[in-house]
């Protein structure tokens, strides 16, 4: 029985950081292949050297790594199709270009960028698409020979043939097909030899024996081109889904201005990979269950079929939803270092809890946090005095008035669990509910608001039990006198 696995790959062009719409086309792939049981492959397309940078190229692959994105061949790990480097691949692509000279397939341009800038100025004139004009398209031998010989520069172009009706089976948008006739001869090779992106990216998916090439729709009118390309050179073309693009609250194309943050500010911020992949996976994608899900869950439920036509829009609310699935879930040893890993305002969450009590912080605040930055803000609350309480803190503290505070202080003589002391404390003020935890969880946690979180779930703040057990006595001690003080204000 023949069986041809899947194998997926993601292309980038290492010219700047990853950003959430092309890291959701690295995910997309990945998950196409590891559903089903497939290959993920990673090429580095840096043929414009001067535009690619080095630094990018490592970048991509950090933040490929730390979502989880693996890749089974491509820079880095090997494999037997490589090198994995388009900049590395010359001496491959000089055998194809000559194959299509030789067969006729292509031929050299000598027309300048002026000259094409003006034919195209024509076009637009009256009213025509732009299109190469065919003007070297017919030059004889001799003509070639005398230009080369005059050290004329030379792009390659493909000769499209004639006449030809280009169709292919898109896996998200469904048949496409399109006439040679409107497509005018491209360039494969610049004048500088290096190769063009349509030559080169067809070219290795076809030679890395790629099945599947899931990118933007952006491409979409390049694929007839390169199947065009892979067919004179009788090269196997992959199949293609062209998926839509990630577009801001404004419906324009994502990007810094309307939202997009790129891979590593994320991290920087503390977002969980998991939180990223569980969004970017619904992203243009709809899943059956809106639980978060685990990458080899993304995975197993990943269809191409689910994909959508329709552009996706970033919606960070979204985004802090996974996140808050996902620090949820995460254990306490993990979120201590996590909280950890973020530096704010030079200072890290460790130099203000008390190093006994690591465990019984995270567990205490687990569940109001979205980020390190939260974690911090509770932990200066908790652990320092400075600026403790804040405008909504003292308000509760002053409803409650000096005579609350001063019976709560009182208490503390013989403070043992919290539900005791609260029930004391309740037979002893009169106050109930709201109005006896308000005034004590505002006076012990100094709780702010949540005004660091774009969207608060948690205004009632970690449990009052957890807090008790949290602090020692003398600090809450300390915390009834300061609130005492602020009651004792108005
Ligand atoms: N290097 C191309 C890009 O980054 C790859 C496009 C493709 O996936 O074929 O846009």
């Not at 998950?31 to 497939?38: D, W």
Request: net charge negative; hydrophobic share 40%; glycine share 6%.
């Amino acid at each position: 029985m023949e069986f041809s696995a899947i194998k997926t790959r993601f292309a980038p062009s290492p010219t700047g950081l990853l950003h959430l719409g092309n890291v959701r086309t690295a995910l997309f792939n990945y998950l196409l292949s590891a559903n089903l049981g497939g290959q993920f492959l990673l090429r580095l397309e840096d043929t414009d050297a001067v535009r690619g940078d080095d630094k990018y190229a490592e970048a991509l692959q950090v933040d490929l790594r730390w979502l989880g994105l693996n890749w089974h061949e491509g820079p880095g790990v090997g494999g037997e199709h490589g090198p994995y480097a388009q900049s590395e691949r010359s001496g491959i692509y000089t055998d194809y270009f000559n194959q299509l000279i030789e067969t006729g397939d292509a031929y050299p341009c000598f027309c300048s960028e002026h000259e094409l800038k003006l034919s195209r100025k024509a076009q637009a004139a009256a009213g025509k698409p732009p299109r190469y004009s065919g003007k070297c398209r017919g030059l004889s031998p001799d003509e070639v020979v005398s230009y080369f010989a005059e050290g004329k520069p030379a792009t390659l172009r493909f000769r499209v043939p004639a006449d030809r009706t280009i169709e292919f089976d898109d896996r998200v948008r469904g048949p496409q097909r399109f006439a040679s006739d409107d497509i005018g001869d491209f360039i494969i090779r610049r004048s500088d030899h290096t190769p063009a992106f349509f030559f080169s990216n067809a070219v290795d998916d076809a030679l890395m024996k790629v099945t599947l090439v899931v990118r933007g729709e952006d491409h979409i009118t390049n694929t007839p081109r390169q199947l065009m390309l892979l067919d004179s050179l009788g090269l196997a073309p992959p199949q293609y889904a062209h998926i839509a693009l990630v577009v801001g609250q404004d419906g324009a194309p994502l990007s810094k201005r309307n939202g997009s943050q790129t891979v590593q500010e994320l991290r920087e911020r503390g977002y969980l990979p998991e939180a990223v992949i569980n969004y970017l996976a619904r992203l243009g994608h709809t899943y059956e269950s809106n639980d978060f899900l685990a990458p080899a869950a993304l995975a197993s439920q990943f269809d191409v079929a689910r994909l959508n036509r329709a552009p996706a829009r970033f919606d960070l609310k979204q985004l802090l939803h996974w996140q808050r699935e996902a620090v949820a879930r995460a254990d306490d040893d993990t979120l201590w270092k996590w909280m950890n890993s973020v530096a704010i305002a030079d200072t890290h969450v460790s130099t203000l809890v008390p190093a006994n009590k690591s465990t019984s912080f995270v567990q205490a605040i687990r569940e109001n946090i979205e980020t390190p930055a939260d974690a911090f803000l509770w932990a200066a609350n908790l652990f320092t005095d400075s600026g403790v309480y804040d405008h909504s803190a003292r308000e509760a503290i002053q409803a409650a008035g000096p005579e609350f505070f001063q019976q709560a202080r009182a208490l503390m003589a013989d403070a043992s669990e919290f539900r005791d002391y609260s029930k004391k404390l309740a037979e002893m003020t009169g106050n109930k509910g709201k109005a006896l935890f308000m005034p004590l969880r505002a006076a012990i946690s100094g709780e702010h608001d949540q005004r660091h979180a774009v969207e608060s779930r948690w205004h009632d703040g970690p449990q009052m039990g957890s807090l008790w057990q949290l602090l020692d006595s003398a600090m809450i001690r300390r915390r009834l006198e300061l609130a005492h003080a602020i009651a004792s204000e108005s």
